[in-house]
């Protein structure tokens, strides 16, 4: 580089001083600059911030064991054709999954009122057992997947909350006094993105039905931890009652935009963002915070169904791929107990279109946490 290149170089760097100087000089026209001025700082400021408090806790939490799970729904297994138990069981012993997130549909437990049917998750808990695996369970009437809100049918939710919350309730206390002394149960998730009026089937966001069943499940079972999912990623924190004993978000990147552009979307968030959340959280309320659903399965277009649209489709969404990446955004986050979203979908790509490059990928991001965890002499699970 010759020498009057590098002196233009340096009397182009954007040294204190000079910064000082071009703000003084910019500050000093008319109120459009004052003010557009003013915003750029709050933003550096603000961003600046966030940043660090992301930097802060991804660093406080460098020596906790990475904990990959995923979600299992055994009515979304069988609507992709393939067998729940199969699928489980795949997911417990070919992918090692040593963490699972179940679900206790109202719909599906009390069919008919006062009749209960644990069959299905009877036999969850007891392969998640059997494979020493831990399982954070989904309670209340929104759990994950469409329409999110599972009614039974003998119950009007458009009603209000006085003519049948006494009934949630109740199935409430019925499936934790079920499951609170199985020894694979690790945690519970008292309802799912409870105030997330924009995605849902639902009728009822009272806040006070919400604090309830959070002190209804604590005072049944006090001894495992409660937690309550963000309804948005959002910034912010919640401050409203319930303060639970861990906070959970959702992570999702690509997903269809149906509403304006007609084309799939991809969230600009960089993945400090979540550390920033987890660490709002830490500061403010002492809690931790966990990803309990990480989008790792495609998002079709046009509001089809997964199993009725082309592979070629899929993978504009989601590949193997994308897949890959979506591991490592989330643990990019710092988050160290993250849920993916999608194991059914894998298992479906790999039985029913031949395809097994999802579960390939997932089986051995699984395979590597474990190894990193062991080789800096953590749990592995």
Known sequence: MSKHLSLYIAKLKPTPKLLWRWFKKYWRKNWFHKIVTVLVVLIVVCVGVMYGVARWYIWQ???????????????????????????????????????LRLVSYWEDIEPTKGHYNFSALDWEFAMADAAHAKVTLSLGLRQPRWPECHVPGWVNTAEPDSQWQGELEQYMTTVVNRYKNNPALQSYQ?????????????????????????????KLDPKH?????RSNNALGTPIGAPIPDEFGVSVY?????????GRYFEYPFPAWFYGFLAGTEEI???????????????????????????????NQSLDANRLQSRFQYGEATGIKTIYLWGAEDWYFMKVKRNDPSLWNVAKQEYTVAKQRNISHGLPPN
């Open 61 to 99: 939490q460098r020596n906790q064991p990475l904990l990959l799970g995923a979600s299992f729904i055994p009515d979304y297994a069988q609507q992709l054709g393939v067998n729940p138990q199969d699928t489980l069981h795949a997911m417990l012993y070919d992918l090692n999954i040593k963490n």
């Open 190 to 218: 008292v309802e799912n993105e409870y105030f997330l009026k924009a995605f849902g089937n639902c009728q009822n966001y009272d806040r006070n039905r919400l604090v309830s069943e959070f002190n209804l499940v604590k």
């Open 225 to 229: 931890t409660a937690i309550i999912a």
């Open 253 to 261: 990147k690509r997903v269809w935009d149906a509403t304006i552009t």
């Open 284 to 314: 403010l309320h002492g809690k931790n915070t966990i990803i309990h659903e990480l989008q790792a399965e495609p998002w079709p277009p046009h509001g089809t169904q997964i199993a009725d649209t082309p592979t070629s489709v899929l």
